[in-house]
């Protein structure tokens, strides 16, 4: 084993090292973080563009809402958020239609942007046991014969 050998085994063991690297995938970090003007705003996107692999901010004043796009992870999204001094945490809405009893305790939020309620985990309030969902199924308009009933 010459000169040339011991250099190919080297770049073998390094390129071998270089590939174990975890290769990130492209994320979208909701964050919920209180604004109340247009440099609050412009405040919030400066510091999130500043996140390591962010590619875009969107920042959504109405809602209260900013978005981050890129090969970034939430946490670091969320500390850079609150850098800013506002208050803030990872957006905890989903839309109405994915949860069974919108209006249940701890899902129902005054503060929730139009047609969002909160996250649940909680599966009692998540799904709807059979007997619910043979009743809600028995009065919906898509069934031909719900006025028979009524």
């Known amino acids: 084993m010459g000169v040339s050998g011991t250099l190919e085994y080297l770049s073998e063991v390094l390129s071998s090292v270089k590939k174990s690297k975890k290769k990130k995938h492209i994320a979208t970090v909701a964050v919920k973080i209180r604004m109340d003007c247009e440099g609050c705003a412009r405040k919030v996107k400066n510091a999130l563009s500043g996140v390591k692999g962010a ?26 958020a609150q850098a800013t001094g506002k208050k803030c945490e990872l957006w905890p809405y989903v839309p109405y239609s994915m949860v069974a009893h919108p209006y249940a ?7 929730a942007p139009p047609n969002f309620v909160r996250a649940t ?11 619910e969902e043979q009743y809600s199924l028995m009065f919906s308009d898509e069934n031909p014969n719900a006025c028979n009933i009524m």
């Not at 985990?121 to 007997?131: G, R, S």
Request: charged share 30%; aromatic share 4%.
């Open 55 to 80: 590619k875009s901010v969107e920042v959504d004043l109405k809602q209260q809402k900013a978005t981050v796009t890129g090969f970034v992870e939430p946490k670091k999204v969320l500390k850079a």
């Open 105 to 111: 305790a701890g899902v129902y939020d005054k503060k």
């Open 121 to 131: 985990t909680d599966p009692a309030v998540a799904h709807l046991n059979p007997v």
